[in-house]
């Protein structure tokens, strides 16, 4: 298997790359990155070239993309701009990656006759509200609210109409929160933990009520290979290990993980049009492909996480100020 992985030099697609990387080892891999503020080549330092090959490129340069497709067997597309803070500020380059970007992987792909795999993500079902109990599933009306979403819904849409007209070999999945090493500092539990590390007190936005379903993302890896190698063509699954939390529970644990005094944050400006409650119904995944999430224990995992990142400040600290300076002009 020659296996292409668009974004592999972000959290989750280093995450993906690695995991891969270490399960089957008879594979070759290729990164395609454009090294955003977000991609970091360090992410995959220990990878050895005879099995992996990075290259440092943009998936919406057509010759680029086409090269790298007609090497390959599959391809897992990762890329994306993927903060939504970042989409609120400047929506346009969202466009750019997240549809012009995975318009021109499906026309390589239909070229080349490639196997797919689309990464996406819960956000693009909307909000369910909170005191609800009901979860997203495969049947959820897509209703996205915030520039990110909205890119990332029109990113499914494409796939899903090439899949459709062309009849393009390709599986989506949609999966909840991420959490793990090597995620960047703008996200909240990074964030959050490095401020503490640095003496800051940790940031909520608005009353902290808003509920995320966090999964280590060495679960979502192990459910992309399930999909990619088991998965039935032309389906979507639906990824998530049933971690919901509000946010302010969030933040009260990492303190107390931490060793700091549960009230020792602070509430900031909201985000405008803040998506109150996700959640996911993973039953599809785990009874059509037998995926099962290993980390059980959200505590367990961000014990891990919080450790990871108090020995590589060498990996965070070069975007902490930067990355703090753009939320300080947002008053958040
Ligand atoms: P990330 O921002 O950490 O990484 C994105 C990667 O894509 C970076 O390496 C960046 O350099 C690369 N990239 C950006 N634009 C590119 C372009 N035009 N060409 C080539 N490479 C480009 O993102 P992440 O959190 O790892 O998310 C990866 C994917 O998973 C995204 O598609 C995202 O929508 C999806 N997702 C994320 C989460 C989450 O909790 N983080 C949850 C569900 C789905
Ligand atoms: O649901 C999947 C999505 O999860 C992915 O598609 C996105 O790529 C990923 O960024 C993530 O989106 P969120 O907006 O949920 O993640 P973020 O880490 O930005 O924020 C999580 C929650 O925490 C959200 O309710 C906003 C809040 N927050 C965020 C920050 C950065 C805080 O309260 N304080 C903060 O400092």
Redesign the pocket.
């Known amino acids: 298997m020659k296996l292409l992985v668009t974004g592999g030099a972000g959290f989750i697609g280093s995450n993906f790359v690695r995991y891969v990387y270490k399960e089957r080892p008879d594979w070759h891999i290729t990164v395609l990155d454009k090294l955003t503020y977000a991609g970091d080549r360090k992410n995959l330092e220990d990878l050895d070239d005879s099995r992996f090959t990075f290259i440092h490129g943009d998936i919406c340069d057509e010759q680029t993309i086409d090269k790298a497709v007609a090497d390959c067997d599959a391809v897992v597309h990762f890329a994306?701009e993927?903060?939504?803070?970042n989409s609120i500020r400047g929506p346009r380059l969202f466009l750019d990656t997240n549809i012009i970007g995975t318009y021109e992987v499906l026309e390589a792909v239909r070229k080349y006759g490639k196997r797919l795999h689309h990464i996406s993500?819960?956000?693009v079902y909307g909000d369910l509200g909170l005191g609800s109990t009901e979860k997203f599933s495969e049947k959820s009306r897509y209703d996205p609210r915030s520039p990110?979403?909205a890119t990332?819904a029109g990113s499914d849409h494409l796939v899903r109409s090439w899949i459709h007209t062309y009849g393009l070999e390709a599986t989506i999945s949609n999966?909840?929160?991420?959490y793990g090493p090597y995620q960047h500092v703008?996200?909240?539990?990074p964030?959050?933990i490095t401020n503490i590390i640095l003496g800051i007190k940790?940031?909520?936005?608005?009353e902290?009520k808003?509920v995320?379903?966090w999964i280590h993302a060495e679960d979502h890896s192990s459910a992309i290979l399930a999909i990619l190698e088991d998965g039935k063509l032309g389906e979507t699954y639906m990824i998530g290990a049933n971690g919901e939390l509000d946010?302010k529970t969030?933040?009260q644990t990492i303190l107390e993980l931490m060793g700091k005094s549960p009230d020792d944050f602070e509430f900031?400006n909201d985000?405008p049009g803040?998506?109150l409650r996700?959640a996911i119904d993973a039953s599809k995944i785990k009874n059509e492909l037998g995926w099962q999430p290993k980390y059980a224990d959200f505590k367990q995992g961000l014990t891990q996480t919080i450790e990871w990142y108090k020995q590589n400040e060498d990996w965070w600290k070069p975007q902490k100020a930067e990355t703090e300076a753009k939320?300080k002009e947002l008053g958040?």
């Open positions: 994306a993927s903060h939504v803070d993500t819960d956000e990110y979403s990332k999966c909840s929160n991420n703008e996200k909240v539990i964030r959050n940790p940031k909520l936005y608005g902290g808003n995320r379903d946010n969030l933040i900031v985000r803040h998506d996700y939320y958040r």
